[in-house]
């Protein structure tokens, strides 16, 4: 599900690098701060109401509302096998009247190297209206959301990644209905496309490298912010036999699973929804940042005992760490990871993502 997908993101942007909530960058169309909007204060920790259903093409552009993001991972390969996952996402927020804030994060695990780079930018620009296609530029990065493929643009020192995405089954609507709970009180809007075709470029130290794999996305937003200690695991796993899983636990401060819920997907594309009582996730070792200090699990078996199925999620990098501190204000491990595992007494083999947020001590940008 999402990754800092912890939202100060606008009043952390407004207070880094693109102004604080006094010290704003204007819009064109304005000389002069705009008027805070009165909003009721239980918009802060009670999500909205489902007004109304998710339907595409409309919802899969940006809203109106204080937090939302567009987040795509995956894997890729060129013709000589080199393997690389990626991390691309875009933030959107929005607080009160101030101009529209995004954040944007870019990460390449050169799984043949055994080494990890990542960048962030933030811009303050107006929101664009919600009909494909959507340009969403942050920076010099760029994310367009069409209605038959998205495109990510985005470099950063070392590498430069070109790709096309195409949906090889329809989305996924969590929770059943698309409003997903996923802590007491606090939900959003969720819907993944589980199962992107990827085509494209990946520039490597200058050298461009025709790549092919697969991706997923992820499609949240709604009046939320979030607030206090803890954070969640996130698990984004493509089996091999057509399957893909999500999984979600939200932990404490203290590291104690509050929450938890997830989807299975069938090769079909028709989901099953999953209570926390469905599954388990145990860690099976742990890995500490040399970079922040923080100690993350680290390998993990998974079970669905109602499907027969037993998962070993093994990390392909250990240090898969952003400091995202200029941007999201958020320090979270989010990594590529290979599937081994059983159902029944089949092989079960793939490949997928795991987020982990709330192990790091989580402080604001410096402006």
Not at 291 to 307: D, K, M, V
Request: include cysteine; hydrophobic fraction near 40%.
């Amino acid at each position: 599900m999402c990754s800092v997908r912890l939202f100060v993101i606008a009043l952390a942007l407004l207070a880094s690098g693109c102004g604080t909530m006094s010290e704003r960058v204007p819009s064109p169309a304005e000389s002069s701060p705009p008027v805070p909007t009165e909003r009721p204060a239980s918009l802060f920790l009670t999500p909205p109401p489902m007004v109304q259903p998710i339907t595409f093409p409309r919802d899969a552009g940006p809203h109106d509302v204080l937090t939302e993001w567009w987040y795509y991972t995956g894997h890729l390969k060129t013709a000589d096998g080199r393997r690389f996952g990626f991390e691309f996402v875009v933030f959107q927020g929005q607080r009160f009247g101030y101009p529209t804030a995004y954040a944007a994060h870019f990460a390449i695990s050169d799984l043949g190297r055994q080494t990890f780079r990542w960048a962030e930018q933030t811009a303050v620009v107006p929101r664009p209206e919600p009909v494909l296609p959507v340009v969403l530029p942050v920076g010099d990065w760029r994310l367009e959301l069409g209605s038959q493929a998205d495109r990510i643009q985005a470099t950063m020192p070392g590498y430069a990644l070109n790709l096309v995405l195409r949906d090889r089954k329809p989305p996924v609507l969590h929770d059943q209905d698309g409003y997903f709970t996923w802590a007491p009180e606090t939900g959003s809007y969720y819907y993944s496309r589980t199962r992107l075709e990827a085509t494209g470029t990946l520039t490597v130290d200058g050298q461009p490298l025709p790549v092919t794999g697969q991706a997923w996305m992820d499609h949240q937003w709604g009046n939320f912010l979030l607030i206090g200690r803890g954070g969640w695991n996130w698990f984004a796993l493509q089996l091999d036999d057509g399957r893909e899983l999500m999984l979600w636990n939200t932990h404490d401060g203290a590291g104690n699973v509050i929450f938890g819920s997830g989807t299975l997907v069938l090769p079909d594309g028709s989901p099953r929804y999953l209570a926390a009582t469905e599954f388990t996730i145990t860690a099976t070792g742990q890995w500490t940042s040399p970079h922040s200090g923080a100690t993350y699990p680290s390998g993990w078996i998974i079970e669905l005992p109602a499907e027969g199925l037993t998962l070993t999620v093994i990390p392909l990098l250990l240090d898969q760490e952003l400091q995202t501190l200029a941007s999201t204000g958020v320090i979270y491990w989010e990594g590529a990871v290979e599937i081994r595992g059983h159902q029944t007494d089949q092989p079960v083999t793939g490949v997928g993502y795991v987020e982990l947020t709330g192990y790091a001590p989580d402080r604001p940008p410096q402006g």
